[in-house]
């Protein structure tokens, strides 16, 4: 299992954001993935609109998954119409 970090920018609405949280959370949990951190970075501007947001709640996720996981991890959360955007990171060591 490599280390990645797993940047999610969500919708400021509190409701949409919830959701949006835990269906990612579900995602991963279903993956197989370990979370080892869950950093909150809050409320932010977006430097260009994102399906008419200009502002977005952002997260950071550590985790450890397999290679493989992660193409599977990215199409769901593709799919997720309350994440605005998302990237995946590799740490090396």
Partial sequence: MRKYEFMVVFNTNEDKYNAGLE???????????VVEEEKPYG????????????????????????PE????????????TNVLTFMFVRVEK
């Fill in 23 to 33: 269906s990612v959370k579900k995602i991963l949990s279903d993956a197989g993935v």
């Fill in 43 to 66: 409320d932010r501007d977006l430097c260009y609109e994102i399906k008419k947001e200009k502002k977005g709640r952002y997260i950071l996720f550590n985790i450890q998954a397999a």
């Fill in 69 to 80: 996981k992660i193409i599977e991890i990215d199409r769901l959360v593709k799919l997720n």
